[in-house]
């Protein structure tokens, strides 16, 4: 698929494109005739971090360079992760060292080399789909530039059963995990079976309870909706990293009961949890306090919530880089609270609330540029730009991706997505306090007997 064969380009390309500039530094506080050589070696220029650990100190370097004047003994090159800057979605590159550790000597020249690749996945935004032919479907930065009809860059999941993927998020690995509602399970597929396209998941969970929102916290802990639960379970980073194969409904390490039909989770700024609800038209918050003083194995209860008629169907939510707490709605509409809102005892109505083009809203998520894009429960995943956000004309998205004929978008994750947020990519938008921008209120059809997806009766 294309984006392998981007990657595959890229690579090939590393020769060309590595950094080759050379210079004179001095590492460690003795004067000495040692050298060591790092090669740095990537597909994308600037996009390296090299740690070099010596016998009295330690150096950075993101391109070739060479280090001089080193105190004699054995050094340690390390290369970390990098995202490579892009106007909608990141490349992720990871880094191996050849010939690290080595032993300088007095007088002598001595290399090590770190040869950087994209991280399978990266780089592009996945849509987890309702449909018979693909789990998720990947589309790269430069497919979402241009939208309209695209043919997925890469793809997750073979045709024959229903699939019904609600959830897509990206742990700091760069795994992908899904929830697949109607099925039942909660996948997992590594950054290799991403690049690969490998659809028989490292993980598969299968649950007793219908799992749709997912979510990763700070610490690497999985956070996971089961609407018919009416709750959400956080399970222990250590227990998520030790998963493989098949597993059938894991321990939790803390429960939060919500009793709104909890769709969409999402972390803010400051580590509270938000539950979206598709059976009432409300919004917990659980403070991060409550959550860190949990007793292991324990349940809470939300401590905050967001009350309107506005938030009728809720599914998915999102927090842009001021930090104001975006939501979708299955009816229809995308809605705003803003930072400021959040922090008040009182919340009021969202500051933003507005329907858009007569979709059903599911999945959301800010791309780089500021712009926010929702899946529709169609083959569309519209997009609409920060000053549209900014005002109330969303009639007609700026951009259209046709992700795949007859099939229906539900969950939406890019990869990678802003580091200062453990979730939701957050780039940012432009609803301000001067005025609200609210169209006339929806009437409130709390528990009339709809479901997630199109809001189909029982």
């Known amino acids: 698929m294309e984006l392998r064969l981007f990657v595959r380009a890229t690579v090939a390309l590393s020769t060309a494109l590595a950094i080759l500039a050379c210079g004179n530094r001095e590492v460690g506080t003795d004067p000495g005739n040692a050298a060591l050589e790092v090669i740095v070696i990537t597909p994308i220029a600037h996009a390296a971090s090299v740690e070099i650990h010596g016998p009295v100190g330690s150096s950075h370097v993101t391109t070739t360079d060479t280090l001089r004047g080193l105190t004699p003994g054995v050094y340690d090159a390390r290369a970390a992760d990098v995202a490579a800057s892009d106007s909608l979605v990141s490349f992720v590159l990871t880094g191996v060292v050849s010939g690290s550790p080595v032993t300088v000597e007095q007088a002598a020249m001595h290399s090590v080399t770190a040869t950087y690749t994209v991280r399978g996945g990266s780089g592009a935004m996945w849509v987890g789909m309702w449909s018979s032919a693909h789990m998720v479907e990947g589309f790269t930065s430069q497919q979402l530039a241009l939208a309209g009809a695209a043919v997925p860059a890469d793809t997750l999941g073979a045709g024959g059963d229903s699939i019904t993927i609600s959830g897509v998020a990206f742990d700091s690995a760069g795994n992908l995990w899904a929830t697949d509602y109607i099925n039942q399970q909660i996948l997992e597929f590594t950054p290799a079976q991403l690049a690969s396209g490998e ?260």
């Open 199 to 458: 659809s028989i998941p490292h993980v598969a969970i299968a649950t007793s309870k219908e799992p749709w929102g997912i979510a990763f916290d700070a610490r690497g802990n999985l956070w996971v909706s089961y609407y018919n639960g009416n709750d959400v379970r956080e399970y222990a980073a250590s227990d998520v990293q030790s998963w493989s194969g098949a597993l059938m409904d894991p321990a939790p390490a803390l429960t939060v009961t919500a009793p709104n039909g909890p769709l969409g989770i999402a972390f803010d700024h400051g580590g509270n949890l938000w539950v979206a609800g598709f059976d009432t038209a409300v919004t917990y918050k659980v403070a991060s306090s409550v959550i860190a003083s949990a007793s292991s194995g324990g349940t809470v209860v939300p401590t905050d919530s967001l009350v309107s008629s506005y938030l009728d169907h809720s599914s998915g939510v999102a927090f842009d880089h001021s930090g104001n707490l975006w939501l979708s709605t299955e009816s229809g509409w995308l809605v705003s609270y803003s930072a400021a809102q959040l922090a008040l005892s009182s919340h009021g109505n969202p500051l933003f609330a507005e329907p858009g083009s007569g979709y059903h809203f599911d999945g959301i998520a800010f791309d780089n540029s500021g712009n926010l894009w929702a899946s529709t429960e169609s083959p569309d995943v519209a997009m609409f730009s920060p000053s549209q956000l900014a005002g109330s004309a969303l009639a007609v998205p700026a951009r259209t991706l046709i992700a795949g004929v007859g099939d229906a978008s539900f969950a939406l994750a890019l990869g990678a997505h802003d580091s200062a947020l453990p979730i939701s990519p957050e780039f940012g938008s432009a609803v301000s306090e001067d005025a609200a921008r609210r169209a006339p209120a929806p009437p409130a059809r709390a528990r009339d007997g709809s479901r997630p997806g199109t809001l189909r009766q029982r």
